[in-house]
């Protein structure tokens, strides 16, 4: 099994948009598995967290949204 390796940045990013407290963003990053540059664009906002409730018998409650990024309803 080979280590996981973090992609080295490349260059600066750039801000495609801002508004409200979100941003979007274009990276390039180089991928330390093959030396190939890729880019990848970001969707950023201001601190958030995720919480996920346990039950008493190790279950984890969840809920299902509707995601405008993706157009779909995820759990």
Known sequence: ?????PWEKIGT???????FGKK???QW????ATGKE???VLFGQKDWSVVLPITEDEKVVA????KQGCHQILL
């Open 63 to 66: 809920e299902s949204q509707y």
């Open 13 to 19: 990013l750039e801000v495609l948009a801002e508004k």
């Open 24 to 26: 979007f963003i274009s």
């Open 38 to 40: 890729e880019e990848f």
């Open 1 to 5: 099994m080979s280590k996981i390796r």
């Open 29 to 32: 990053f180089k991928n330390p």
